[in-house]
Structure formats: C-alpha cells, structure tokens
C-alpha cells in the first residue's frame, strides 16, 4: 500500500503564474488535508476535504487559493498569481475517517519556490 | 480552541544520553496528540499517538511520551540517543472530542541534534 503521493515534489514558478500541487491520499482514504510549513515554522492547517466536498477551508487564504478532491484522481490545491510569499512547503495527508479517531498520514510534501 | 507549545526551539544531546522534548497543550476539550517526526527535506512520520487510553505511550524507534493532564503536558523522551534522531520533531494536538474538528495543530517544532 502506497504512501501519500504528492508531485512534484519541487515547483518553481514566476511571480504571476499558476501552481497546481496534486496529492494522491492512500488507498482506501477519502478524507484529506492541506498544510503549509513555511521556513522555520510548523505546519499550519489549510483545508479539509472529502470526496467531492470541502469540508473546513478556514486556514485557506481568501484569494487566489483553491482546493479540490474530485471523485476520481488526485487532490488538487491550486494557486494563482503566485507571488513570493507562497514560497513554502505543502503537505498533504489522508486518513481513513475523521482524526479524531485515527491519525493523518503525511507525504513527502511539495516545496514551491516563487522567483 | 486548541494550541500547543514546544519549550525548546533547539536541542542537543551527546550520543547514548537521554532525550526530552518539552511540550505543553491547551485544549477546550479532551485532546488526541501526536508526535511528528520530519528529517531534512522529507515528510513527516508519526512516532506516537495519545487518544485518550494509556497514559505513558510508546512508539517507535524508542521513543515514548507520557500525558499529564495536571500539567498539560506531552513531552517526548528516549532513553540514548542515537544519531539517526536527528531530526526536527513536531508536538500535535489533535481534535480529541471536538466533533467536527478536523484540525491538528502543530507546534513550531524543536531541532535534535545528535553529538557524536
């Protein structure tokens, strides 16, 4: 049983430009969730998804950032017009049911550099 | 609400001696908690989990945590230290029984570092 896929697992875009992050959760696991770790900090929570629905996006920013799970293929957490700040590493985890009953599984993350 | 502090941004430890990693909790309910475990430029790995059954957890590599609810704390120990643990671990407060609270929150993490 596979991990948490997430690619590309490095990102480079210009300023102004669209990042796709795409994270495959593991087999079996329809609830997943975005984080973002910015240089020398944790990790902080973005949005929470099931199939099809998002569930919590309460620590996603208001513009420019957009999250899908759809009922085929992997998540997708989308951001437009990239600028500096961006910069930072997104990870993605799934788990079978709700957390408070399991535990997440993390991916190897996605670290996005904008220049 | 729920937040997690991790009293030591920084850690070292000479090879074979005793690791703590301090962690203190605040949580309007009764929390799950986690210990994550990140090495450079990788993903994060779970070492332990606390969800409300026993109070000292063990988890891999050696390691093990134990929850205080009298102090709210979570602190992270192993016995010796191995160089392989260098790491940056990251304590996690989790919903516990906030239904419908699907968030972990993490602390700011405190780097190990490994003395040969």
């Known amino acids: 049983n596979a991990g948490v896929m997430q690619n590309p697992r490095h990102l480079v875009r210009r300023r102004g430009q669209e990042a796709r992050l795409r994270c495959s959760p593991m087999?079996?696991?329809?609830?997943v969730y975005w984080y973002r770790q910015l240089p020398e900090e944790g990790l902080k929570f973005m949005v929470y998804l099931q199939k099809e629905n998002i569930i919590d996006e309460s620590g996603m920013p208001k513009e420019r950032f957009s999250a899908e799970f759809p009922k085929e293929g992997p998540s997708i957490l989308r951001i437009q017009q990239v600028v500096r700040g961006d910069s930072a590493a997104y990870f993605c985890a799934s788990s079978p049911s709700q957390i408070l009953n399991t535990e997440a599984f993390f991916g190897q993350g996605t670290r996005l550099t904008v220049v | 609400a729920q937040s997690v502090t991790q009293l030591d941004s920084h850690v070292s430890v000479s090879e074979g001696t005793p690791v703590l990693l301090r962690c203190n909790y605040s949580?309007?309910?009764?929390?799950?908690l986690f210990w994550y475990v990140q090495h450079p430029n990788k993903g994060l790995q779970l070492l332990l989990k606390?969800?409300?059954?026993?109070?000292l957890v063990k988890g891999i590599n050696g390691f093990e945590a134990e929850f205080k609810k009298s102090e709210t704390s979570f602190h992270l120990t192993k016995p010796s230290a191995h160089m392989s643990d260098a790491a940056e671990y990251f304590c996690?407060?989790?919903?516990?029984?906030?239904?419908?609270?699907?968030?972990?929150?993490f602390g700011t993490g405190t780097r190990l570092t490994i003395i040969p």
């Open positions: 606390y969800t409300s059954a026993a109070t």
């Open positions: 949580s309007s309910y009764s929390p799950s």
């Open positions: 087999k079996g696991h329809s609830h």
């Open positions: 996690v407060v989790g919903p516990g029984t906030n239904f419908g609270n699907e968030k972990l929150t």
